[in-house]
């Protein structure tokens, strides 16, 4: 017994519904979002999406780090997104410790994170005028491309466009 069985079980069940896919890799609707790997988030479901649509970057916070810019590139260059919504939510874990928090919970158990930045949100609003305008004037994405934000309630499903 594996601490993964349950997920193997579940595929084999998932696989005998699934028959075959003709999907591309490519984002069907051109579409890029950028949210938290908070468990509370559906982004497909909230966003009327279907897999094949859209790629979906996830880290803690929703941050745009160096790793989502250049996933971003590749996504636009290679995979045909076309425009990017930055999808922070409320009640987010990252926005209720510092990194000094961090530092201090890791080193209770012997591990030093002090080379590691977190991007822990001290003020969200800031945060993600921040990444949008991250993205909107990197030098590796195009000029003009469609580029918003929106914050996901995680309690009642709502979104609320944000547009800096
Ligand atoms: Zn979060």
Redesign the pocket.
């Known amino acids: 017994m594996s601490a993964f069985d349950d997920l193997f079980a579940a595929n084999a069940e998932f696989a005998k519904e699934f028959g075959s896919s003709d999907l591309t890799g490519r984002a069907a609707r051109g579409l890029g979002v950028v949210t938290?790997?908070?468990s509370r988030i559906d982004p497909l479901g909230l966003l009327g999406l279907k897999p094949g649509d859209a790629k979906i970057l996830r880290n803690?916070?929703?941050r745009v780090t160096d790793d989502v810019l250049r996933t971003l590139v590749v996504g636009v260059y290679v995979l045909g997104v076309e425009r990017v919504l930055v999808m922070?939510?409320t009640d987010?874990?990252?926005t209720k410790v510092t990194d000094a928090d961090i530092h201090d919970l890791t080193a209770e158990r012997g591990v030093d994170t002090r080379s590691l930045d977190f991007h822990t949100v001290p003020d969200q609003w800031a945060a993600l005028r921040h990444d949008l305008t991250r993205i909107r004037t990197s030098p590796f994405l195009p000029t003009g491309m469609p580029v918003t934000g929106a914050i996901y309630d995680v309690r009642s499903g709502r979104l609320s466009p944000v547009d800096y």
Do not use: S
């Open positions: 938290c790997m908070d803690a916070g929703a922070p939510h987010c874990g990252m």
